[in-house]
């Protein structure tokens, strides 16, 4: 049975860096690509990057030069660091496989 | 990067109205085509991929379509369950890039 779940700090500070952990079980990294997806409150889906099953990743080009997705192919992990956050990065963040299943998410609120 | 255009944004309809929404992409995407059902407080469930295939487990009142770069999803007999909203997504390019929804309420 395929599922992901996202976790990590419900509130970061401005300026601080968010770090988000999706732990996989059902299948391996090795086999499916897992991507991150946010969604602000009230608002639509945004695709944020991709980790490929070598390894290789993709990122939204709004996001790019502040984010990093990285695994543990062993832990069945799938990681997310996006810095220098700001208020309007409040969202719901996701993982999904392959962007067919999808886990809880975890709502992250930016603010002082 | 490839523009989703959705509409309408909102939808009121009544039980049993036929629901169309559609979404129109602005590059060429085939059928790389996904249409999403959320409900409040809960995560995005595939209904449609491939424009027009339906997902496991989703009820037969939903049916995808394409017609040239527009991508249409039907609801043949609302019923409350389906309250939701409704997003597109295209997968043939990254980024992936999803529609800006649709929230389809019962009048």
């Known amino acids: 049975q395929v599922q992901l779940k996202e976790s990590g700090p419900g509130l970061v500070q401005p300026s601080q860096t968010l770090s988000l952990t999706c732990t996989v079980s059902?299948?391996?990294?090795?086999?499916?690509?897992v991507s991150w997806v946010r969604q602000p409150p009230g608002k639509g889906l945004e695709w944020m990057g991709v980790?490929?099953?070598?390894?290789?990743?993709a990122y939204n080009s709004l996001l790019k030069s502040r984010l990093s997705i990285s695994r543990d192919i062993s832990k069945s992990q799938v990681f997310l660091k996006m810095n220098s956050l700001q208020t309007e990065d409040t969202a719901t963040y996701y993982c999904?496989?392959?962007?067919?299943?999808w886990g809880q998410g975890v709502m992250v609120t930016v603010s002082s | 990067d490839i523009q989703m255009t959705q509409s309408p944004s909102s939808l009121s309809a009544s039980l049993g109205d036929r629901v169309t929404i559609t979404c129109r992409a602005s590059?060429?995407?085939?059928?790389?085509l996904t249409w999403f059902q959320q409900k409040p407080g809960k995560s995005p469930r595939r209904m449609i991929y491939?424009?027009?295939n339906l997902a496991a487990g989703v009820p037969s009142r939903f049916s995808g379509s394409r017609s040239g770069s527009d991508y249409s999803l039907t609801i043949s007999s609302l019923e409350s369950e389906d309250v939701a909203d409704y997003h597109c997504?295209?997968?043939?390019?990254?980024?992936?890039?999803f529609g800006s929804g649709t929230k389809l309420e019962i009048k």
């Open positions: 997504l295209q997968s043939i390019q990254y980024p992936l890039t």
């Open positions: 059902g299948f391996s990294l090795t086999s499916y690509h």
């Open positions: 980790i490929w099953t070598g390894g290789s990743t």
């Open positions: 590059q060429d995407i085939g059928n790389y």
């Open positions: 999904a496989r392959d962007i067919t299943y």
């Open positions: 491939g424009a027009t």
